[in-house]
């Protein structure tokens, strides 16, 4: 097992699904995990209503910001272990060809931001999409990297992103 992994995390707008995603990676998987998110298109800025959610949960948000994938497929980047997309729209785009070929999988997550209704209705979507992806987080972070081949992981991986 290695003493590292670096984790993606990508999404449409990064603005809610990833951020949340790589705060809760980054609070519940160091020293052994850095998380990172990014976006297809970003929105460029987080929605408010994640940031909300995050300090709720008494999970910290860093410096989070919407970005684009493109800082990930540079030569300067981070080397990624893995690449999880976390919405429906980033599972059918093409993604870019990441150095390394990190181990990928999708987690699809329904879009809190895409909810309408009350203040009320609005902040339960967050909090659905929260505890669906500190879920699927934890049961990662259980899986025994070590003992497993890639092929392995990838499989668990999918299984995770179906529960």
């Excluded at 949960?57 to 690449?83: H, I």
């Excluded at 990928?104 to 909810?115: I, L, R």
């Amino acid at each position: 097992m290695k003493e590292h992994y670096n984790i993606l995390f990508l999404c449409t707008g990064n603005s809610a699904r990833s951020i949340m995603a790589e705060a809760i990676m980054n609070w519940k998987g160091r020293p052994t995990f850095t998380a990172y998110s990014a976006g297809s298109y970003p929105l460029g800025r987080v929605r408010p209503e994640a940031l909300k959610q995050l300090e709720s949960a008494q999970v910290p948000a860093g410096d989070a910001r919407s970005k684009s994938w493109d800082e990930f497929a540079q030569p300067s980047a981070p080397k990624l272990d893995f690449v999880i997309t976390v919405c429906d729209n980033a599972a059918k785009e093409v993604c870019p060809v990441w150095p390394g070929q990190p181990i990928s999988a999708h987690w699809g997550v329904p879009d809190p931001a895409a909810v309408q209704g009350t203040e009320k209705v609005i902040a339960k979507a967050f909090r659905d999409a929260f505890f669906m992806l500190e879920r699927r987080i934890s049961l990662f972070l259980s899986l025994p990297l070590a003992s497993l081949d890639s092929l392995a992981i990838k499989r668990e991986m999918e299984k995770i992103g179906q529960q």
